[in-house]
């Protein structure tokens, strides 16, 4: 393992942010200081006018490993978080089968072990995701597990997600749920409005997400528990989060990049780029979720990344599956939301790395059986898991540049500001000038 000294950048810590070098050396933050000299060997990343953060964290990763390999696998998907600067994914449990045992969650954690970034993995709350009988979580909370969903579709019995809550507060564990109630979202490809009723598309209405986060907000006041509400599209859901920790409830939540960049007038085409659940939402909604970020009100900003080979994505709107690439673009349009020039940098790792990593339970304060500290102060002694990004850059989205298996991005040809330079997982310099190594 090489030392790397990163030089010249702006270190944004928690309290606040000075222009220092940083040595990382056996897999830790060694030293950092004005001028610091390169060791013998030592690899050197030159972060003039860069920010240097602690490394994304992302929540909400689709790997489709195992099942889905055509698509992504753990190896490719860790390839292009580690562009985009993550030193840590959670895989989602909805691969098939599912993640709902310990023996799924020990061949996901093997395997993530020999990638470029850490792999975390989320169980899933109910056996098959079927929303029916609890998944075995003690088990897989054993193995270090410590966030639980059926993501792809909500828990829809209130019993049965009352009861996960129960189990899971004993456990110590977050529960993340996925919004929708499917009675209300059957057969529908994208948000219920004038919009949908012109293009002849069955809508899925918003109160369909915000029922079942009032919902899930009562069950948690009820048992207790923690939970964390996935992809939240409306301005109402965040509403309802907001307020419901401001009574000092454990909830949190996170918003995807294309909630908050992308509205429904992208589906007028009948593209399926723009097909996700939940669905793009009214202008009005984006321009919330933009502001509550800026105000702190959302823990993380999640990539939802969702791969899919092209044959799938090449059908009908209506029938084509929903997802969009996530996790090369997000600090980008994170960047974006948060006024560009104008974004606080604590804000930016707080929505990308520290926010998420106090919601996975990463930081290194917590205890950690699996994984190292992420979403750290940068402090000498922390775990080196680093990013160093470049609000300067501009770039246009290219799919066929991507790193992942599957090139279903919404933004092909978009002009993007700010970009990754160099990614450092577990002490390793895994991307260099914007490259793997």
Known sequence: ?????????????????????????????????PSLDAPAGARVVEAGDCWIGPGFVDLHAHLREPGAEAAETIESGARAAAI?????????????????????VEYVLSRGSRACVEVAVTGAITVGRRGE????MAEMAALGVRLFSDDGVGVQDPAVMRRAMLYAGALGVRLGEHCEDERLVAGGSMNEGVLSSRLGLVGRPAMAEELMVLRDIELARWTGAAIHFLHLSTARSL?????????????????????FTLDESACADFDPLFKVHPPLRRAEDVAALREALVRGEVDAVATDHAPHPPESKDLPFDEAPAGVLGLEHAASLTYEALGSEECDPRRFFDLLSRGPARVARVRPEDPRPRHGGH?????????????????GARWVVDRDELHGRSRNTPYHGRAMRGRVRATIARGVLVVDDGELT
């Not at 009988?133 to 075995?136: D, E, N």
């Open 1 to 33: 393992m090489s030392d790397v000294l990163v030089r010249g950048g702006l270190v944004v810590g928690v309290d606040g942010a000075e222009r220092v070098d940083v040595l990382v050396r056996d897999g830790v933050l060694a030293d950092r200081g």
């Open 133 to 136: 009988s609890l998944a075995p």
């Open 375 to 391: 979403g750290g102060a940068l402090r000498v002694g922390d775990d080196a898991n680093l990013v160093v990004f470049d609000p």
């Open 239 to 259: 509403a309802m989060v907001a307020s419901a920790r401001r009574e000092g409830l454990d909830v949190t939540s996170e918003v995807a990049p294309h909630h």
């Open 84 to 104: 985009g600067g993550y030193s840590l994914v959670v895989a989602m449990a909805n691969t098939e089968p599912a993640i709902d045992s310990a023996a799924l």
